[in-house]
């Protein structure tokens, strides 16, 4: 069954959101999906309702418990840092090749397809020397790249994809998932975005309400080889 890796062109654009979104689809559709969050920093584990790791747990329809957490983000650190500072304040390192084989077991034993949602951006540093960009080529899975619609986003956007590229990893799609309070078009954004790369699938996805569904979810799981 077909995997997909999200990062994004920087942290708090959408990965969740759009996570959550596509789980909600493909189990309306009656697909196996399953989805892991193997780092999280800033977890606060009185409010794991609303960390990531709870919002996908929600979208899995499974419940919120301290063992279900383990289980898909077994990284958790309380700051609110990029990963190798929040363990490093915690007197801990993540180690890379277990957060490899970690993944690889998932990808294993998933029954159906398998969503992997990185921390942060395309580079975002997890040990002293691996950044997310390191994660990915290790695992080799197809890359959705979720980004924002605010002011400096496409500089954000085609930066991450050109190192994506650079890499040779599988971009399936860019999703830009409208910014909140943005004054940027987000139409305007994406055929932008589009004309600088012609070969990957830019889909906009507009403000939603929490859980809402919507038919960019559809297109993105297909985008991705999901359906
Ligand atoms: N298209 C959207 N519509 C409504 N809210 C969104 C949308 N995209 C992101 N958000 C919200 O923006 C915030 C950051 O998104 P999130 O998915 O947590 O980002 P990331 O996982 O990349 O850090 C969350 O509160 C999320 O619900
Ligand atoms: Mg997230």
């Not at 960009?133 to 500089?155: F, H, K, N, R």
């Not at 055929?191 to 070969?199: K, V």
Request: charged share 20%; proline share 6%; with cysteine.
């Amino acid at each position: 069954m077909a995997s997909l890796f999200i990062t994004a062109s920087g942290t708090d654009v959408g990965k969740t959101f759009v996570g959550a979104g596509l789980i909600r689809y493909l189990r309306a559709k009656g697909e196996e999906i399953d989805a892991i969050k193997p780092i999280i920093s800033g977890f606060d584990p009185d409010r794991a309702g609303d960390s990531d790791s709870g919002m996908l747990l929600r979208a899995l329809g499974l419940p919120l418990t301290e063992e279900e957490i383990e289980d898909i983000s077994p990284w958790r650190f309380s700051l609110p840092l990029s990963p190798d500072m929040a363990a490093r304040h915690e007197g801990k390192e993540i180690d890379f090749d277990l957060l490899v084989s970690f993944c690889e077991t998932a990808l294993d034993e998933a029954d159906g397809s398998l969503l992997i949602e990185g921390v942060g951006g395309v580079m975002v540093p997890i040990d002293q020397t691996n950044t997310v960009l390191d994660w990915i080529t290790e695992l080799q899975l197809p890359v959705l790249l979720v980004a924002g619609s605010y002011l400096g986003s496409i500089s954000h956007t085609l930066t991450a994809a050109e190192v994506l590229d650079q890499e040779e990893c599988d971009l399936r799609a860019i999703v830009v998932s409208e910014s909140e309070g943005s004054h940027v078009p987000l139409y305007e954004t994406v055929a932008t975005i589009s004309r600088f790369l012609p070969a990957v699938e830019v889909i906009a996805l507009p403000r939603l309400e929490p859980g809402a569904d919507h038919p960019a979810f559809a297109q993105i799981a297909k985008a991705c080889g999901l359906v």
